[in-house]
T-cell receptor
Framework: QQQVKQSPQSLIVQKGGISIINCAYENTAFDYFPWYQQFPGKGPALLIAIRPDVSEKKEGRFTISFNKSAKQFSLHIMDSQPGDSATYFC?????????FGTGTSLTVIP | KAGVTQTPRYLIKTRGQQVTLSCSPI?????VSWYQQTPGQGLQFLFE???????NKGNFPGRFSGRQFSNSRSEMNVSTLELGDSALYLC????????????FGSGTQLSVL
């Protein structure tokens, strides 16, 4: 059973638009929800993370919205830029177990 | 500050062989974790080491093992390689735990022929 479900698999957005990626999780014991950005040939890099006692966190153009009752969280990228074109992974951590979503390939068209 | 260093960058092996991958964490980081990334299965957690002890393990067979040295450097070993072990193996380090900022290396791309 997949612990974290991520959608969409791919996303194409115009420059300046908003990119939205969604994740849903199963286990309410998860206590840390990071988003990672990965460029080809590189390892993932932490973008932003949230803990379940907060409903929203914003860092620059990146915002996580967290809905504890629905067991869902999402990444919003405002004013999307071509340099944001990458693969994005959500994740959920429970104790010392780490579960990733399946990834979203984002393409921002100039 | 140097990042997480993984060696080698690329590796080609044949079925049945074994392989050892190396990871040097960021100085001062004591937690080192390993991940497998494939197009089909995505990113999967292998295991985490802290203070030379395996603290947790993902759902992988016993052919996958690792260790951590007193300087926090870590190695991962895969024995009796199978074609399905072809993947990008990523190492990450953090100060203490998995639920804080992880710093990933660029990975070792393993091809099993």
């Amino acid at each position: 059973q997949q612990q974290v479900k991520q959608s969409p698999q791919s996303l194409i957005v115009q420059k300046g638009g908003i990119s939205i990626i969604n994740c849903a999780y199963e286990n309410t014991a998860f206590d840390y929800f990071p988003w990672y950005q990965q460029f080809p040939g590189k390892g993932p890099a932490l973008l932003i993370a949230i803990r379940p006692d907060v409903s929203e966190k914003k860092e620059g153009r990146f915002t996580i919205s967290f809905n504890k009752s629905a067991k869902q969280f999402s990444l919003h990228i405002m004013d999307s830029q071509p340099g944001d074109s990458a693969t994005y992974f959500c994740a959920a951590i429970m104790g010392n177990q780490f579960y990733f979503g399946t990834g979203t390939s984002l393409t921002v068209i100039p | 500050k140097a990042g997480v260093t993984q060696t080698p960058r690329y590796l080609i092996k044949t079925r049945g062989q074994q392989v050892t991958l190396s990871c040097s964490p960021i100085s001062g980081h004591r937690s080192v974790s390993w991940y497998q990334q494939t197009p089909g299965q995505g990113l999967q957690f292998l295991f985490e080491y802290f203070s030379e002890t395996q603290r947790n393990k993902g759902n992988f067979p016993g052919r996958f093992s690792g260790r951590q040295f007193s300087n926090s450097r870590s190695e991962m070993n895969v024995s009796t390689l199978e074609l399905g072990d072809s993947a990008l193996y990523l190492c990450a380090s953090s100060l203490l735990t998995l639920n804080e900022k992880l710093f990933f290396g660029s990975g070792t791309q393993l091809s099993v022929l």
